[in-house]
């Protein structure tokens, strides 16, 4: 059996990773399944569909946003990278 990373990764982290809009990538990740990679946890008691949902994704699952993302851009359905003005500053 080979290696496998059970890391998680939030949307936050991974849109800093690549650079990208976190409303962009959570409209990217719509369509992923946690199949692709792309999970959902809850961080509030008691769970409902009212409740916010954190979106996560596994390494793979990143791989497979940044296909998502890529085929979105190519097809022009994509909105630029944001500029170095439109970034906050990472403490």
């Known amino acids: 059996m080979g290696y496998r990373n059970s890391a998680l990764y939030t949307l936050k982290y991974v849109a800093s990773m690549l650079d990208e809009d976190e409303e962009f990538l959570r409209?990217?990740?719509?369509?992923?399944?946690?199949?692709?990679?792309?999970?959902?946890?809850y961080?509030?008691?008691?769970?409902?569909?009212?409740?916010?949902?954190i979106v996560v994704f596994t390494e793979d699952g990143?791989?497979?946003?940044r296909y998502v993302i890529e085929e979105r851009?190519?097809?022009g359905n994509a909105p630029p990278k944001p500029t170095a003005e439109g970034r906050r500053?990472?403490?």
């Open 27 to 41: 409209d990217c990740s719509i369509g992923m399944f946690s199949e692709d990679g792309c999970l959902s946890a």
């Open 43 to 53: 961080d509030d008691y008691p769970g409902s569909e009212l409740s916010e949902a």
């Open 62 to 65: 990143i791989e497979n946003l």
């Open 73 to 75: 851009r190519a097809s």
């Open 89 to 91: 500053p990472k403490s």
